[in-house]
């Protein structure tokens, strides 16, 4: 009986560790979205100097001026999806007493919260990085077969989505309702 005791005290150990081992993982991934936000800013302010030259020389560079913005979008909704795994870390394993009053929009309850965020979040960022192939539209082939394979990824991620995740979440309302 001393050593089931014993055990439980090392895994208790092991659990309370683990809480400042995701509370580095998710400051890491807040700091690393701030940082692609500056990377968003800077490919943005880089075409800031074809958006002059497209209004005051009436050149034909839309294609390199919108790559650019679509570039720069690419970056920020990464960066908040990284933002959003970040707090949503710190909000399951970290802040245990809910101490910190979060948004409802990013108030995430469990692991099923925080996997249906992602997998709408990064949906949106394979769209984003179509558009900027199909801005570009250079081999109209490469562009369906690239298409093609984002549609299947969509499908396999919806699929996923609603067997995985919507299995879990029917799984918890049922729970909660027989509560």
């Known amino acids: 009986m001393k050593n089931q005791d014993f055990l439980t005290i090392i895994n208790k150990g092991f659990v309370n560790a683990g809480r ?13 979205s701030g940082f692609l936000i500056f990377s968003g800013v800077w490919e943005f302010v880089n075409g800031i100097p074809d958006i002059l030259n497209f209004l005051f020389h009436h050149s034909e560079h839309r294609v ?7 570039s720069a979008i690419d970056l920020f909704m990464v960066a908040v999806v990284m933002f959003v795994m970040g707090i949503g ?13 979060y948004p409802h929009w990013l108030k995430i309850h469990d692991l099923t919260d925080l996997k249906e965020k992602l997998i709408a979040a990064v949906v949106v960022v394979i769209v984003i990085t179509f558009l900027k192939h ?13 298409g093609g394979s984002i549609a299947i990824v969509i499908m396999a991620i919806t699929l996923f989505s609603k067997l995985v995740v919507g299995d879990e ?3 918890k309302k049922d729970e909660e309702t027989k509560q």
Request: glycine share 0%.
């Open 20 to 32: 400042y081992f995701v509370a580095v993982a998710s400051i890491l991934t807040i700091l690393a």
């Open 64 to 70: 390199e001026l919108s790559v650019h913005f679509i």
């Open 89 to 101: 870390l710190f909000e399951l394993f970290v802040d245990k007493d809910q101490s910190i009053s």
């Open 134 to 146: 199909i801005v570009i539209w250079e081999k109209p082939l490469e562009t369906l077969y690239f």
């Open 169 to 171: 979440t029917r799984k």
